[in-house]
């Protein structure tokens, strides 16, 4: 059987350790002035369903530093479920390329392509549910500056939104604390909550800021309305007020917090720019590292590919 990258909560602690070793290693090749095309010839398309400026990038120029090649499809080009039924694209996609990127409105699009696609590896480039690729560059992030993940606690200012939901499969997968504050009414998927929890998951889910970032040691924000949720971005403005990520919030965290988000940024809503802009905020080694991890994951489902054949 062929694997897909959608969840987090998909993969074992093993594999994603080997994920993340393997993107520091092409990390260090990159710098040094290496490029090992280890999906040489290979091709992914890439489904956007939403705007994106780094998913889009990251995966066009991995796929070329990797001796491969991307092909960007827009909302406007294939129309997921209009134009075509979804399980078509994907019947359609496997004969012709190697990889398939989606970044779709709903978590069950991705499940339908991954599941009609049957040959072809999958990946979540963000759905409604899950974001798991900025995640795990999130935790290869953590890890740079830390050294260790396991003794983190990583404090969640916002939305329990798709950002918040991949955060708790991977605290269960890592073994850090994920303390999440959010407005009622706010909260994460209580599945994906529940499934963390019974495989051990330190998880805080609080309606205070304060309570979260007590003791954090990474205090993360997000917009506080996703895309696709934009008629409801006034309303939610005056709901989340409270839990904005500004210098009063970050003081209420250990005195070296690091300062995270996973970008596009909203100065003045979630985060305030003396936060975000500050010597704690580590926002663009965050982008960066998508480079690095999602060529990772490419190579690692090639390799789980070639173990088949
Ligand atoms: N963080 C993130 O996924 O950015 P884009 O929406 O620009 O891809
Ligand atoms: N929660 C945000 C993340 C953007 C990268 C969204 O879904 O729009």
Redesign the pocket.
């Known amino acids: 059987m062929k694997r897909d990258f959608l969840a987090i909560a998909d993969c074992t602690a093993n594999e994603l350790r080997e994920i993340l070793s393997l993107g520091a290693r092409l990390k260090r090749e990159l710098k040094s002035g290496q490029r090992t095309p280890l999906v040489a010839g290979k091709t992914l398309a890439m489904i956007f369903e ?1 705007p ?1 400026l ?2 889009r990038v990251t995966f066009q120029v991995g796929m070329t530093q990797l001796g491969g090649y991307a092909v960007y499809l827009t909302p406007s080009d294939i129309r997921l479920g209009e134009r075509e039924s979804v399980a078509d694209i994907a019947r359609n996609l496997e004969r012709l390329v190697d990889f398939i990127m989606a970044r779709t409105m709903k978590h069950d699009s991705l499940t339908e392509l991954a599941k009609a696609a049957s040959t072809t590896p999958v990946i979540n480039g ?1 759905s ?1 549910l899950l ?1 798991p690729c ?1 995640v795990l560059s999130d935790c290869f992030t953590v890890l740079e500056r830390r050294g260790s993940l396991e003794n983190q606690r990583i404090a969640f200012l916002g ?1 329990g ?3 918040a939901n991949s955060w708790i499969s991977a605290a269960a997968r890592f073994g850090f604390t994920f303390a999440l504050a959010c407005p009622e009414g706010y909260e994460p998927e209580a599945s994906v909550v529940a499934a963390a929890r019974a495989d051990g998951a330190d998880i805080v889910v609080t309606h205070d800021p304060s309570e979260a970032l007590s003791d954090a040691d990474v205090a993360y924000t ?2 506080w ?5 934009e008629e409801e971005a006034e309303e939610r403005k005056a709901v989340f007020a409270p839990f904005q990520l500004n210098a009063a919030a970050l003081a209420q965290a250990k005195n070296d917090a690091l300062v995270m988000h ?3 940024a909203h100065r003045g809503e979630e985060v305030t720019a003396e936060v975000i802009d500050g010597p704690a905020s580590i926002v663009f080694d965050q982008a960066e590292n998508r480079l690095h991890v999602q060529k990772a994951i490419l190579v690692w489902l090639n390799d789980q590919l070639l173990r088949q054949a």
């Open positions: 939403k994106s780094r998913t963000l409604d974001h900025q939305d939104n798709n950002m997000d917009v309305a996703s895309m696709g949720q996973c970008l596009p």
